[in-house]
């Protein structure tokens, strides 16, 4: 199982690890913190453009649609989302730091963490993370 934007808190963190030991009778095994420098987030999010219609997303560098705009699936207008202009993901980041902050440390301290290079697309990234799962 993949979480991600959960847990948020350390609370939050306890709460699921009481869960899946009540649910698996063994703890989480694999933490894997993905981190990115701050303007290639702000860079990679307010390039996401999402179809108002049938929710396909894009991204105006990495994954352009066909016709500027336009969705390639359904022709629908693609929008850039409110949450994704710079100013507020840069406070959005402001935010994960000083509330996630406490939630890196409680997992830092744990086996099975690692902390991953979140650059490159996200086929790099996943191969950073695969030999963790081997």
Do not use: M, W
């Not at 701050?38 to 219609?53: Q, S």
């Not at 649609?65 to 507020?88: A, T, W, Y």
């Amino acid at each position: 199982v993949v979480f991600d934007g959960f847990p948020r808190t350390v609370v939050q963190a306890q709460g699921l690890d009481a869960l899946v030991v009540e649910r698996r009778g063994v703890g989480i095994t694999h933490i894997f913190h993905i981190v990115l420098d701050d303007e290639e987030i702000v860079t990679r999010l307010a390039g996401r453009r999402v179809c108002e219609d049938c929710g396909a997303i894009y991204h105006v560098q990495y994954q352009p649609p066909r016709v500027d705009g336009r969705c390639d699936r359904c022709g629908g207008v693609l929008r850039q989302r409110k949450d994704d202009q710079p100013e507020v993901i840069r406070h959005r980041l402001t935010v994960y730091r000083t509330e996630t902050a406490p939630l890196v440390a409680y997992y830092r301290s744990r086996p099975g963490y690692v902390e991953v290079d979140g650059s490159g697309d996200a086929a790099a990234v996943t191969n950073r993370i695969l030999p963790f799962l081997r």
